[in-house]
């Protein structure tokens, strides 16, 4: 990995550099944050289907296929087992459980999605399923559909939501869905503390919108395999790297102090390391799922919730911190740090205070050497280090000068764990974008999010156990988060817009280790 420590003396004058000089920035006005409209009803408390029927075990093809489904039911009258009147067309959720789990342990979720509008269905799906035979299991259910008394109600959208294994086989099911021609459609697909066991790679064609929920003391980010007697086996992948590759709409959502289990209505031994309670996480869930769906399936204003604009009542009430990344990757990148390093020396100038270097491999597996397994995303960023104040500066084409018609500076930032520049505070820094009439003007990141530094935990249960290494280094993530700040904030020419600046180093963050990914114009 070739590292670049770049003089701003040296890099002013350099083919493709030069622009004008640089004055001081504008002081920051928290006043001038833009308005947001409304937010829609909270996915956590509304209920536009206030009854909702438990149909049971529905046995399909002599009991080949099964699923226990929820569905809206008719309120006239009071709550009743019939189908809400002249409605139908519903579109239709099936869900995928993990391996070691039983198919209703989802009830909590099932039953709020029917209230939402969703007709919900539960499917038996094998004990210590692979890809393959959860993906037989959903897609015959569905095939067998018509075999259903009631199967006219249903229309053809369909969304697939799994945990754990089963997280991993609804990605495995969108693609088969797209790649063997079965009728209807995939509109999105939600994987909770999905495993990655087979590397999935994913076509916008397959899957056009993909939410990944992952929580930060889940045995499943630990970054390593642990065998009978915890000792270090080869690299875990996870849910932050199905994030990675989905190739258009994604969010994902992670949930500071959850546990694996908090996704299902189960509890085990492990459930004791969880931080924040198991109700409050299973409330995250089902919140964030809702609204996911009444998003990219019924077309509904929730797209906010995703990109940090809105958030819902419940995790105002819990308290619960959730890291969240969005992206729907139809802006305009000024870098994402894919492919030749090289590209970006024309586009950036640092201080000296300040060093960077461009991962040419992926963040988890070169952040594996010096910080053992601390980084989760597989995509390629920018590390950047700085000990004093200072700025690193991305200079745009001037064939791409004007971002008039774009609404947000959008990127992926994350402290680095232990490294010897962390405070362990949250990151301070300011961002500022220069125009080329040298007219610059900046706001606070603190103004528009909160870049903690990662939570170190050690599971009680294996910290005894483990002889060799310390176990709650590998479970501590240095996990990006999304930060999308309006450009209307900014008093600047935005047709003709010179370059985007970070401030490092200011008062609250004299030194620090970050990893930036994805500076983006979007919508």
């Not at 994350?414 to 706001?443: F, K, R």
Request: aromatic share 10%; with cysteine; charged share 20%.
């Amino acid at each position: 990995m070739p590292s670049f420590t770049v003089l701003s003396a040296l890099l002013v004058h350099a083919p493709g550099c030069s622009g004008p000089d640089v004055p001081a920035g504008a002081p920051d006005d928290a006043a001038r944050r833009t308005e947001s409209v409304p937010p829609p009803p909270d996915p956590a408390t509304d209920q536009p289907y206030r009854c909702i029927s438990d149909a049971g075990w529905v046995e399909l093809l002599n009991g080949s296929s099964r699923a226990r489904i929820f569905r809206p039911a008719d309120e006239g009258g009071g709550c009743t087992d019939a189908w809400p009147s002249r409605q139908s067309g519903f579109p239709l959720v099936l869900v995928a459980h993990g391996n070691g789990y039983d198919d209703d342990q989802y009830e909590y979720l099932a039953s709020h999605l029917a209230h939402q509008g969703f007709v919900v269905a539960m499917v038996d799906t094998p004990i210590g399923g692979t890809n393959s035979g959860i993906s037989d299991a959903l897609l015959n259910f569905w095939g067998a559909l018509p075999d259903w008394s009631d199967a006219a109600f249903v229309g053809d959208q369909l969304a697939l939501v799994g945990h754990s294994r089963g997280g991993e086989g609804v990605v495995r099911t969108a693609q088969r869905f797209h790649d063997e021609g079965w009728s209807g459609s995939v509109e999105a697909v939600v994987s909770l503390a999905p495993s990655d066991v087979e590397d999935l790679q994913m076509t916008e064609e397959q899957v056009p919108a993909l939410l990944v929920m992952t929580a930060s003391r889940d045995s499943d980010l630990a970054g390593r395999q642990l065998d009978g007697g915890f000792t270090q086996g080869p690299l875990e992948r996870t849910g932050f790297m199905s994030y990675d590759r989905a190739p258009s709409y994604r969010a994902h959502l992670h949930v500071h102090g959850g546990v694996h289990h908090g996704f299902a209505d189960k509890v085990t031994l492990d459930d004791y390391d969880a931080e924040i309670s198991l109700n409050d996480q299973r409330e995250i869930t089902k919140t964030y799922v809702a609204a996911f769906l009444r998003w990219q399936v019924l077309g509904q204003v929730y797209k906010p919730f995703f990109t940090g604009q809105w958030s819902s009542a419940v995790v105002e009430e819990t308290g619960v911190d959730v890291g969240v990344q969005y992206d729907d990757l139809h802006g305009r990148a000024l870098a994402r740090f894919e492919g030749d390093p090289h590209d970006l020396l024309d586009k950036i100038i640092a201080d000296s205070s300040i060093s960077f270097e461009q991962s040419l491999s992926e963040l988890w597996g070169a952040d594996a050497v010096e910080f053992p397994f601390s980084s989760p995303h597989q995509t390629e960023g920018l590390e950047v280090r700085w000990d004093a104040e200072g700025t690193l500066r991305f200079t745009l084409e001037p064939s791409d000068s004007d971002v008039s018609d774009f609404d947000h500076l959008t990127f992926r930032i994350a402290q680095l764990y232990d490294s010897p520049l962390a405070d362990g505070e949250p990151l301070a820094l300011t961002v500022e974008l220069m125009d080329n009439q040298a007219v610059v003007d900046g706001t606070s990141l603190a103004h528009w999010a909160t870049i903690p530094y990662p939570e170190m935990f050690v599971p009680e249960q294996l910290e005894a156990k483990s002889s060799e290494t310390v176990v709650g280094e590998n479970y501590t993530k240095s996990a990006m988060r999304t930060v999308r700040i309006p450009l209307s904030v900014f008093q600047v020419d935005l047709q003709q817009l010179y370059s985007v600046r970070f401030v490092l180093g200011t008062p609250g963050s004299e030194r620090g280790h970050i990893s930036l990914d994805d500076l983006t114009f979007t919508r």
